[in-house]
């Protein structure tokens, strides 16, 4: 088997007659997602992929946000927040 830098071994599989392979040896685990890519020698990588709601992808493409995000939950993380005031739907004048 030929190893690449950083990888280690772990088996040698052969495809199926739909050409899949098992990879849960290797750490793979039900509804893991990857990025295949395939070099010139016909090596294949598997890249770890965490897919996010589109509707979330603002933060992660906004520095931003992103940065304002992250105080508020390290704000709520050290107790810095709590309940938030009730506005009444009447005025104080009518009480």
């Given amino acids: 088997m030929t190893t690449f830098e950083g ?3 772990v088996a040698e599989v052969t495809a199926d007659e739909r050409a899949r392979v098992a990879v849960g040896r290797a750490g793979a685990h039900k509804d893991d997602r ?3 890519s395939v070099n010139a020698d016909g ?6 992929l965490a897919s996010i709601p589109k509707r979330e ?3 992660w493409e906004n ?3 992103r940065a304002s995000l992250f105080r508020g ?3 709520v993380a ?3 927040v709590g309940p938030r005031k009730r ?3 009447k005025d104080d004048a009518d009480e």
């Fill in 73 to 75: 939950l390290a704000d």
């Fill in 87 to 89: 506005v009444s739907d």
């Fill in 63 to 65: 520095a931003e946000l």
């Fill in 7 to 9: 990888f280690e071994p």
């Fill in 57 to 59: 992808l603002l933060v």
């Fill in 78 to 80: 050290a107790g810095n």
């Fill in 43 to 48: 090596a294949i990588l598997l890249t770890p």
């Fill in 34 to 36: 990857y990025a295949v």
